[in-house]
């Protein structure tokens, strides 16, 4: 079993930034691939970030590429997400998420593939 507990939320303005962090416990943290989702109302929820229990391979959704980093940090069992440049758009529920996978540069994108998930902060952006 991973636990995995999100932080870092808020409300901020459209510009501002805001960092994620997502803390796990439980099972060996670097064999995981970690991802964020993040859910809209009235929307379903959607891939965001991920990264590869290496740290060395990223992916990103086209719509918060060049805005958002994703980063771990496994001797502290802890992901990152950076949030620049925030537009009303990225208001969401956002979802941290563990997926087991040994080989270290493999990236997960589908809900499917993760075995578990945190239950979500909230990231509000005003206009």
């Known amino acids: 079993q991973v636990q995995l507990v999100e932080s870092g939320g808020g409300l901020v303005q459209a510009g501002g930034s805001l960092r994620l962090s997502c803390a796990a416990s439980g099972r060996t943290f670097s064999s995981y691939c970690m991802g964020w989702f993040r859910q809209a109302p009235g929307k379903e929820r959607e891939f965001v970030a991920a990264?590869?229990?290496?740290?060395?391979?990223?992916y990103y959704a086209d719509s918060v590429k060049g805005r958002f980093t994703i980063s771990r940090d496994n001797a502290k069992n802890t992901v990152y997400l950076q949030m620049n440049s925030l537009k009303p758009e990225d208001t969401a529920v956002y979802y941290c998420a563990a997926g087991w996978r040994p080989s270290r540069s493999v990236v997960l994108t589908t809900e499917k593939q993760y075995d578990y998930w945190g239950q979500g902060t909230q990231v509000t952006v005003s206009s």
């Open positions: 990264i590869s229990w290496s740290g060395d391979s990223t």
